[in-house]
């Protein structure tokens, strides 16, 4: 059965992974970017971790832990990642979620994930995931491969500028089709130009389409 990609607010919301290995660094280092509170716990961490914590140092957003497994550590988690090589251990974590209603991913075992934790590509606001449901990691990461190569570098800006204007454009425009057509030109013009709009030229597409000279 496939899964729905949800798009949901982490910003502050609190993660735990266990483990402390090269797939809880993969877990970590992607949702850092995304303002989630990540609280990883393990016997031992891999280089890759504890540069990670050296590198945002002075910064909450990321803490490591050392010891065994304890239920208390799920108290207040939106989400958790069993990352661990003890299989039965991930199975425990994933029951448990299950029994707090807690999102669980656990690593190499889809059949106790409750969500998939998908392959991305991030540019700025505009993000793309990939998942095969589980099936096969290979797949994903060739389809992000093949993606990333279509998003011009300027995309993750111009959706910014979009989202600026947006207010503008709504207040000027009454009907949907007059926003959309005027959305368009702006992001039309911007691909020609490959980087966002001036102010100037942001006023004269809007102008234009509003017959008006002036806001």
């Known amino acids: ?36 509170h990540i609280y990883i716990k393990a016997l031992t961490y891999c280089e890759k971790l504890t540069s990670l914590k ?8 990321l803490t490591l832990a050392y010891g065994t497994f304890e239920e208390a550590d799920l108290e207040g988690c939106q989400f958790v990642i069993a990352a661990t090589d003890d ?6 974590i994933a029951e448990l979620c299950k029994e707090k209603n807690i999102l669980i991913n656990t690593v190499d075992d889809k059949e106790l994930c409750s969500f998939y934790f998908p392959s991305l590509i991030k540019q700025d606001e505009v993000v793309v995931g990939i998942s095969s449901g589980g099936n096969s990691p290979v797949l994903t ?4 491969r093949t993606v990333e190569k279509e998003i011009p570098p300027y995309y993750g800006a111009l959706n910014a500028q979009l989202g600026a204007v947006r207010e503008r ?5 009454e009907t949907e089709a007059e926003r959309k057509s005027c959305f368009t030109e702006i992001f039309e013009a911007g691909c020609i130009k490959e980087r966002p709009l001036t102010a100037e030229e ?12 002036h806001d």
Request: a positive charge; charged letters at 30%; hydrophobic letters at 40%.
């Open 1 to 36: 059965m496939a899964y729905f990609p949800f798009f949901v607010d982490l910003q502050d919301k609190k993660c735990f992974i266990m483990g402390g290995g090269e797939v809880a660094y993969r877990k970590a280092a992607a949702l850092l970017p995304f303002g989630a």
């Open 54 to 61: 050296n590198t945002t140092k002075g910064q909450t957003k």
């Open 87 to 92: 299989r039965a251990l991930n199975r425990k």
């Open 141 to 144: 990461q060739k389809i992000r």
């Open 169 to 173: 454009v709504q207040r000027r425009f």
């Open 202 to 213: 942001l006023d004269t597409i809007i102008n234009r389409h509003s017959g008006r000279e």
